[in-house]
């Protein structure tokens, strides 16, 4: 893949980010280029979203599908107008109660979306995000922003721009650094357009927090389990194997006593016949530190604390030499659920039951 831009790196306030860059990131936008920015979950890759071509460009800096269509990205409700068809009630409900934020609704397509951000649907995801720098971003572009998250295609989605930066560096324009994401993991999507409200990936905005406003939410199973290849995902992203350290990743999932037994066992197995083992757990959770690389992800009863780190330490065990990574599960209850159908997903659905 070709490597030859230089990508402009600045650091911007992440509270009340200052002009210049902001300025300097839409006019880069407005004129077809690829700009990385924060966002309250992860850093995204934004391109105009009304220009095809400059669309096309995210496609090929990350290596992504051609097939797997974008979020468009807006600083406020009324940027929304030719975007989709047309705003249903339960819409205008949902944008109310969590926009700015991690939501991502989808909706039938209007005329003003190109057809390389949906990669071809008649349906288009929207998300007006709540930091400071993407809003302001956004606003200097004076366009809608499609970004996927910066990261290259497979790989944790980054919640640093060092992170972006690993990934992209030479491939996109400019990297705005706002310090770490916030949430960790990506938005909620959001099917307005299936017969019911359903949720084809659990992220920022909980299922728990969604039946507040609609009553009762659907979860698509493959959301929730991770599991590929059975039948035609609603969401195309969900095909691809993702969030993938590169080395393989086991998820052991059940209570916490059992998982440690299970884990013990597993990892002597594999030191064993030579292997290093790596272990992703939690500061609550048994001593593992004498039979491999421990990185822990906060407290397994605190799933906001464990969505905040859980890629970063994804990345770090990439620079280890670990050949394998054995991940505790948690408790799918809120945030949990996004947290766990990442893991699931980069660990290419092989979940052990403790
Ligand atoms: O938090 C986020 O959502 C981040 C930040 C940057 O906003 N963005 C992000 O984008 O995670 P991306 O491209 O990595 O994930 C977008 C997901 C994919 O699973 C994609 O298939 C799905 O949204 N998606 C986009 N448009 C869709 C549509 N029209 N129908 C169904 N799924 C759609
Ligand atoms: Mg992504």
Redesign the pocket.
């Known amino acids: 893949m070709q490597k030859n831009i230089v990508t402009r790196y600045v650091k911007v306030n992440p509270v009340n980010p200052e002009a210049g860059p902001l300025a300097e990131g839409g006019l880069i936008l407005r004129r077809g280029g690829l700009v990385a920015f924060p966002?309250e979950?992860?850093?995204?890759l934004g391109a105009n979203a009304l220009d095809g071509r400059a669309v096309e460009g995210i496609f090929q800096a990350k290596g992504r599908p051609a097939d797997?269509?974008?979020?468009v990205?807006v600083a406020g409700r009324e940027a929304v107008g030719g975007l989709v068809k047309e705003v249903p009630g339960v819409a205008r409900e949902l944008m109310n109660a969590f926009w700015p934020g991690?939501l991502?609704i989808?909706l039938p397509v209007g005329k003003d979306v190109p057809a390389e951000v949906?990669a071809g649907?008649d349906?288009?995801?929207l998300?007006m995000?709540r930091h400071p720098v993407a809003l302001g971003l956004i606003r200097a572009a004076g366009v809608p922003v499609a970004?996927?998250?910066?990261n290259t295609s497979g790989r944790p989605?980054p919640t640093t721009a060092q992170h972006v930066l690993n990934d992209l560096e030479g491939r996109i324009d400019m990297v705005l650094d706002g310090g770490p994401a916030g949430v960790g993991v990506?938005?909620t999507?959001l099917?307005l357009t299936a017969p019911a409200p359903i949720v084809?990936?659990p992220?920022?905005i909980t299922p728990e927090e969604l039946c507040l406003v609609l009553g009762t939410v659907e979860v698509d199973p493959q959301a929730r389990f991770a599991n590929q290849g059975e039948g035609r995902p609603?969401?195309?992203?969900?095909k691809y194997t993702h969030y993938a350290p590169r080395a393989r990743l086991l998820v052991v999932e059940g209570r916490a006593e059992a998982v440690a037994v299970k884990i013990k066992e597993l990892a002597g197995e594999y030191r064993n016949r030579g292997k290093r083992v790596g272990i992703l757990s939690y500061e609550d959770s048994a001593d593992f530190t004498n039979i491999g690389e421990v990185i822990m992800v906060g407290r397994r009863a605190q799933p906001e604390t464990v969505a905040e780190k859980l890629y970063a330490a994804l990345r770090c065990f990439d620079e280890t030499d670990v050949d394998l990574i054995l991940a505790e599960g948690i408790d799918d209850q809120g945030v949990g659920l996004a947290v766990m159908n990442r893991l699931r997903k980069a660990a290419g659905g092989q979940i052990i039951r403790a």
Do not use: W
């Open positions: 966002t979950t992860v850093y995204g797997n269509p974008l979020i990205h991690p991502t989808i949906t649907l349906t288009v995801a998300r995000p970004a996927p998250s910066a989605s990506e938005s999507v099917d084809l990936r992220g920022g609603r969401s195309p992203g969900m």
